[in-house]
């Protein structure tokens, strides 16, 4: 791959403009993109987090749609100031990324939440889940949805609200509740809300419900029924890519809005990950990998979800394999804040490259037991193969190849699963300032490591299949065009010395797992 030069489209000037919403977990933000897909503005607000009980985790939707409205107001207002002749009329779509699986019920008549939304953190229907896995666990609905059945996915928080919020199963019959994750909640009120709101989702966030079935893109009666949520609640659901209304909210007049992804499957779209076997990963506190398989749902032997990775109009959906890790970016921070053997995150770059290599020592940071491929409650975390021999040096350096050989186990769990090769990674998120960690990236996958230059993947996913909707741009090879690499690693690494570390690494696995019995 070569690098492509930007194209000479002079300053952040020549409209027209497409928008951005991205209702995240912790705040919500609206970015304004030009036509080479460069940010020309941006605004953001956090809202609230509410932790009524342990485990419980919720959102005040009204704040959010409220912060939703400002932010679209600021970031029209920021591209105003800044660029000559700007008018909210060179605004030609509008398009919505989001928090994937928070749940929430409103009522259709007033608009009002009938309660807190639930966020995907909230583990309050773990037991609900155990008893519908009956007597098959939690694989129940797997093949159907794709999904093993966890408290992270919105059909069990339904049920939940259902059955203990008083008198909202009868109203819900009578076709006066609506459901939505929180693409939902967003487009009804952009698009009017009691007043002609659409009530929709796209096909990416119904994928992450446990309700809709894979293989027909529609909501499946017998999974409804067995988890007893009743379908008048269901919104419409609709391609990734297409109009369903207008706005006219934040300074914008009847501006079309015209995407939702949830926010992964946004970053694998921003990426331009458009062919099987392209994958991009997230790397945060934790990391999200998703790779492209093409036009056919796989199933997963290997501890990874099927998910839909985007639906272009009537085109064929696109799915995808999702892998998640829960300890990379907070590693570092414990490296730091508890450990103290760093004053700050980017150091342990420097103190890592001091050394050659690891010293022989594995670090496996299961702190609250192994994500994928494993699935294991029961691990915690270890580090092995210390000698006298190994400095914080060593230690710094197996903290970031933790990292790297977890990513090169879920890149294998999708191999086996799809029986595809990953062609190379896109990576975004802050560890990828990390250079050192992407060239160790590059030598434990034995694949390209691509770094490009818009960092916010998300945001720009949602941008462009608002723009495919409204024909700003006309395909997605004009999307790829647009893509622009800012840093490519390749692997450099000794095959035999690969296949030796690795070995070394999934011992070092084997020992974190059964740290936690019964008795604990």
Same mark, same amino acid.
């Given at each position: 791959?070569?690098?492509?030069?930007?194209?000479?489209?002079?300053?952040?000037?020549?409209?027209?403009?497409?928008?951005?919403?991205?209702?995240?977990?912790?705040?919500?933000?609206?970015?304004?993109?030009?036509?080479?897909?460069?940010?020309?503005?941006?605004?953001?607000?956090?809202?609230?987090?509410?932790?009524?009980?342990?485990?419980?985790?919720?959102?005040?939707?009204?704040?959010?749609?409220?912060?939703?409205?400002?932010?679209?107001?600021?970031?029209?207002?920021?591209?105003?100031?800044?660029?000559?002749?700007?008018?909210?009329?060179?605004?030609?779509?509008?398009?919505?990324?989001?928090?994937?699986?928070?749940?929430?019920?409103?009522?259709?008549?007033?608009?009002?939440?009938?309660?807190?939304?639930?966020?995907?953190?909230?583990?309050?229907?773990?037991?609900?889940? #155990?008893? +519908?896995?009956? !007597? *098959?666990?939690?694989? /129940?609905? $797997?093949? @159907?949805? &794709?999904?093993? =059945?966890?408290?992270?996915?919105?059909?069990?928080?339904? #049920?939940? +609200?259902?059955? !203990? *919020?008083?008198?909202? /199963?009868? $109203?819900? @019959?009578? &076709?006066?509740? =609506?459901?939505?994750?929180?693409?939902?909640?967003?487009?009804?009120? +952009?698009?009017?809300? *009691?007043?002609?709101?659409?009530?929709?989702?796209?096909?990416?966030?119904?994928?992450?419900?446990?309700?809709?079935?894979?293989?027909?893109?529609?909501?499946?009666?017998?999974?409804?029924?067995?988890?007893?949520?009743?379908?008048?609640?269901?919104?419409?659901?609709?391609?990734?890519?297409?109009?369903?209304?207008?706005?006219?909210?934040?300074?914008?007049?009847?501006?079309?809005?015209?995407?939702?992804?949830?926010?992964?499957?946004?970053?694998?779209?921003?990426?331009?990950?458009?062919?099987?076997?392209?994958?991009?990963?997230?790397?945060?506190?934790?990391?999200?990998?998703?790779?492209?398989?093409?036009?056919?749902?796989?199933?997963?032997?290997?501890?990874?979800?099927?998910?839909?990775?985007?639906?272009?109009?009537?085109?064929?959906?696109?799915?995808?394999?999702?892998?998640?890790?829960?300890?990379?970016?907070?590693?570092?921070?414990?490296?730091?804040?508890?450990?103290?053997?760093?004053?700050?995150?980017?150091?342990?770059?420097?103190?890592?490259?001091?050394?050659?290599?690891?010293?022989?020592?594995?670090?496996?940071?299961?702190?609250?037991?192994?994500?994928?491929?494993?699935?294991?409650?029961?691990?915690?975390?270890?580090?092995?193969?210390?000698?006298?021999?190994?400095?914080?040096?060593?230690?710094?350096?197996?903290?970031?190849?933790?990292?790297?050989?977890?990513?090169?186990?879920?890149?294998?769990?999708?191999?086996?699963?799809?029986?595809?090769?990953?062609?190379?990674?896109?990576?975004?998120?802050?560890?990828?300032?990390?250079?050192?960690?992407?060239?160790?990236?590059?030598?434990?996958?034995?694949?390209?490591?691509?770094?490009?230059?818009?960092?916010?993947?998300?945001?720009?996913?949602?941008?462009?299949?608002?723009?495919?909707?409204?024909?700003?741009?006309?395909?997605?090879?004009?999307?790829?065009?647009?893509?622009?690499?800012?840093?490519?690693?390749?692997?450099?690494?000794?095959?035999?010395?690969?296949?030796?570390?690795?070995?070394?690494?999934?011992?070092?696995?084997?020992?974190?797992?059964?740290?936690?019995?019964?008795?604990?």
């Amino acid at each position: 791959m070569t690098d492509s030069t930007t194209t000479p489209a002079g300053s952040h000037g020549s409209g027209p403009f497409i928008a951005a919403i991205d209702q995240g977990t912790t705040s919500s933000r609206c970015i304004v993109f030009d036509r080479d897909g460069r940010i020309v503005a941006v605004d953001q607000k956090e809202h609230e987090q509410i932790f009524p009980k342990p485990g419980w985790v919720e959102h005040d939707a009204a704040e959010i749609w409220t912060n939703v409205q400002e932010v679209v107001a600021g970031a029209i207002g920021r591209a105003a100031q800044d660029i000559p002749g700007f008018t909210p009329a060179d605004v030609k779509a509008i398009g919505i990324t989001n928090q994937r699986e928070t749940t929430l019920l409103w009522d259709r008549h007033t608009g009002e939440p009938v309660h807190n939304a639930l966020v995907w953190q909230d583990t309050r229907t773990d037991a609900l889940c #155990r008893e +519908l896995g009956r !007597n *098959v666990g939690q694989d /129940r609905f $797997r093949r @159907e949805t &794709g999904l093993p =059945l966890a408290s992270y996915f919105a059909g069990p928080k339904i #049920r939940w +609200l259902l059955d !203990n *919020v008083e008198g909202l /199963r009868e $109203r819900a @019959e009578a &076709g006066d509740i =609506l459901f939505g994750t929180m693409d939902s909640w967003v487009i009804w009120n +952009l698009t009017g809300g *009691v007043n002609g709101g659409v009530h929709v989702t796209d096909v990416t966030n119904a994928s992450r419900t446990l309700l809709m079935n894979l293989h027909t893109l529609n909501w499946d009666e017998r999974i409804l029924a067995s988890i007893e949520v009743p379908a008048a609640v269901l919104p419409e659901i609709r391609s990734s890519s297409e109009v369903y209304g207008t706005t006219s909210v934040g300074g914008l007049a009847d501006v079309p809005v015209a995407s939702a992804l949830g926010d992964q499957q946004a970053a694998l779209f921003g990426q331009t990950c458009f062919s099987e076997g392209e994958a991009k990963s997230t790397y945060g506190t934790g990391t999200f990998m998703l790779m492209n398989t093409g036009d056919t749902p796989v199933n997963s032997y290997n501890g990874l979800i099927t998910t839909v990775g985007y639906r272009i109009g009537d085109a064929d959906p696109v799915y995808a394999l999702e892998g998640s890790i829960a300890v990379t970016g907070s590693l570092v921070q414990w490296m730091r804040d508890q450990m103290g053997l760093i004053s700050t995150a980017a150091e342990i770059e420097t103190l890592a490259s001091s050394v050659e290599d690891n010293g022989g020592a594995y670090f496996v940071p299961a702190f609250s037991g192994l994500f994928a491929p494993y699935w294991r409650d029961d691990a915690r975390g270890v580090i092995a193969g210390l000698t006298r021999y190994v400095t914080k040096a060593h230690i710094a350096r197996a903290v970031l190849e933790a990292t790297a050989w977890q990513t090169r186990e879920i890149a294998d769990a999708m191999t086996k699963d799809s029986g595809v090769d990953l062609t190379a990674l896109k990576v975004d998120g802050g560890m990828t300032s990390n250079n050192l960690l992407m060239q160790t990236l590059a030598d434990f996958l034995d694949a390209p490591v691509v770094r490009p230059m818009v960092a916010e993947t998300t945001c720009l996913g949602a941008a462009y299949a608002a723009g495919l909707a409204v024909g700003f741009w006309p395909d997605t090879d004009a999307l790829r065009a647009n893509w622009k690499r800012a840093a490519e690693w390749t692997p450099r690494m000794d095959a035999a010395k690969r296949d030796r570390e690795y070995k070394s690494w999934l011992k070092a696995v084997q020992a974190t797992m059964g740290w936690i019995d019964e008795e604990h």
